[in-house]
C-alpha cells in the first residue's frame, strides 16, 4: 500500500495521502512528518460519518468521492471499497489531474485487498 501512496504524492499538488479503514483507522501513511496522521483519519472518520447518512437521506446511493477545500488547500476522501483513500492537496491542485491518479490507485488498492 505505500508503494501506491508514494506514487500518489508525486502527483503535481498531492502534499500527501493515506489509507484507512472506514472505522477511522490508518492502515498506511504517506505524509509530512508534522501532519497528525491519525488526527487525517479522525476527520476523514467524522466527514465520511456525516457524508454517508447525508447520501443516504438524499437517496443519493453511497459514498464515491468528496472534496473539500479550505482556504489553504483541498482534501480529498475517495472510496476503494472496504478502505477510504485519503489525500490532503495543495489549494491550486489540478483536481483533473490528480482525479486520475486517484481512480488509477483505487484500482490497485481494491486489487490487492481482494487478494489478501
Not at 1 to 11: A, D, P
Not at 43 to 70: E, H
Not at 85 to 112: R, S, T
Amino acid at each position: 500500500m505505500y508503494e501506491i501512496l508514494s506514487r500518489l504524492n508525486k502527483t503535481e499538488g498531492v502534499c500527501g495521502s493515506l489509507i484507512m479503514g472506514v472505522d477511522g483507522l490508518v492502515i498506511a501513511s504517506e505524509l509530512d512528518t508534522d501532519v497528525d496522521e491519525n488526527a487525517v483519519a479522525a476527520v476523514g472518520s467524522q466527514i465520511l460519518g456525516s457524508l454517508q447518512g447525508a447520501l443516504r437521506r438524499m437517496q443519493m446511493g453511497g459514498f464515491k468521492q468528496f472534496v473539500v477545500t479550505g482556504r489553504d488547500g483541498k482534501i480529498i476522501l475517495a472510496n476503494a471499497g472496504s478502505v477510504i483513500v485519503v489525500l490532503l492537496l495543495d489549494l491550486d491542485a489540478n483536481l483533473g489531474l490528480v482525479g486520475v491518479d486517484v481512480k488509477e490507485a483505487i484500482q490497485e488498492i481494491q486489487n490487492k485487498v481482494r487478494m489478501t
